[in-house]
């Protein structure tokens, strides 16, 4: 059985994310799928897509968050599902020869500063500079939840996005590997139609210089149209 991949969330990255979170729900009309709270090492709220989140994210200082350039607001990291347990994908993976790290557990603390894991993950390394993709297996069912409690709201639905690289052609044989289907050169598109363009630069930052969300027939850019703030 192949993988069959799909982006779960986008990490943003924001100096002050209550602020960048409530502009571009107000500007973009998203639904919340979870205020801006502290986690325990980061502070995290959730924004809904309907076939993806946007998660809008600070970590502690000593902690540098990944991607080079000097935005205070940018995205950081790609958040992967797929059709298999956490050891089934480490064994295909490894069987492929993709680079990744071992099953990780992924902790949070709650209000009483209790340690819990919410989900296992596994980060693919050596892929993209300075940028961050990695699977991720929930351990319970809160994403469940909120979909069966929002999903009958009308929201944009996340479209594409332009992934900014030096290399391209490293990630290529990724994301056929990993079932992510090639649609034209430099095009790819997910399991659940989400589709990916690596636009090659000459910056040693990669990053995600479009990113494409559709209301009612119309495309909007949240990246090009600065629906996000950078202060």
Request: aromatic letters at 12%; hydrophobic letters at 35%; one cysteine or more.
């Amino acid at each position: 059985m192949n993988l069959e991949t799909y982006i779960h969330h986008f990490l943003l990255y924001s100096e002050n994310p209550e602020k960048t979170f409530a502009s571009i729900q107000k500007n973009l009309d998203l639904i919340e799928a979870f205020p801006v709270a502290n986690f325990g090492g980061f502070y995290s709220g959730m924004l809904w897509l309907q076939n993806s989140y946007l998660e809008i994210v600070i970590y502690p200082k000593n902690i540098p968050a990944p991607n080079s350039n000097d935005s205070n607001v940018r995205f950081v990291c790609i958040a992967l599902k797929c059709n298999r347990t956490a050891d089934e994908t480490y064994e295909y993976l490894t069987k492929h020869n993709i680079s990744c790290s071992k099953v990780l557990d992924e902790n949070v603390q709650d209000k009483d500063g209790n340690v819990t894991t919410i989900a296992k993950i596994i980060l693919l390394q050596e892929y993209v500079q300075d940028f961050r993709i990695f699977f991720v297996f929930h351990t319970n069912d809160f994403f469940e939840q909120i979909e069966k409690r929002i999903s009958h709201n009308s929201s944009p639905s996340f479209d594409s996005f332009e992934l900014s690289l030096t290399n391209p052609e490293k990630i290529k044989p990724l994301f056929r590997s990993m079932g992510i289907k090639e649609l034209a050169q430099d095009t790819f598109v997910t399991s659940k139609k989400q589709t990916i363009v690596l636009k090659r630069s000459a910056s040693s930052s990669s990053e995600i210089s479009r990113f494409t969300i559709s209301k009612e027939n119309t495309h909007i850019d949240l990246v090009g149209e600065k629906y996000y703030i950078d202060d």
